[in-house]
């Protein structure tokens, strides 16, 4: 009988453990979201900004439902869609350098003198 109790008390400290994680996790990937807007991450890099909050959102679904490993598992795809994101909007904005610097080539008259 004690085993049983006590089987029974680690199953719920376990589970607790598991949706007091999870909510950790939901809320710093929530921060980390605002913090990207901030950035400017979801006009330079959509895609991964957009997957980012569809995950937040899944895994905010699954941990309504109790499914936190799950939902732990979504949490860790959004905060990798985020680090996705700002590598491309790295990349985005050195290609929109690269083409400001060919138009601004382009406009100069040859023999680099202007009227």
């Known amino acids: 009988m004690r085993r049983l109790i006590v089987i029974c008390a680690l199953a719920t400290l376990a589970t607790s453990c598991a949706s007091i994680d999870t909510a950790t996790g939901v809320r710093q ?3 980390d979201i605002d913090a990207a807007r901030a950035e400017r991450l979801d006009a330079g890099s959509k895609y991964e900004f957009e997957a980012a909050l569809l995950y937040l959102e899944y895994a905010i679904q699954l941990q309504g439902r109790g ?3 799950m ?3 979504y949490v860790a795809k959004a905060q990798q869609a985020l680090v996705q994101g700002r590598e491309q909007l790295e990349i ?3 290609w929109q350098r690269v083409v400001e610097d060919k138009k601004a080539q382009a406009s100069q ?3 680099g ?3």
Do not use: H
Request: hydrophobic share 30%; charged share 35%; no cysteine.
């Open 67 to 69: 499914e936190y490993e």
């Open 29 to 31: 990937v929530a921060k």
């Open 113 to 115: 003198v202007q009227p």
């Open 92 to 94: 985005n904005l050195k």
């Open 71 to 73: 939902a732990k598992g």
């Open 109 to 111: 008259p040859e023999g």
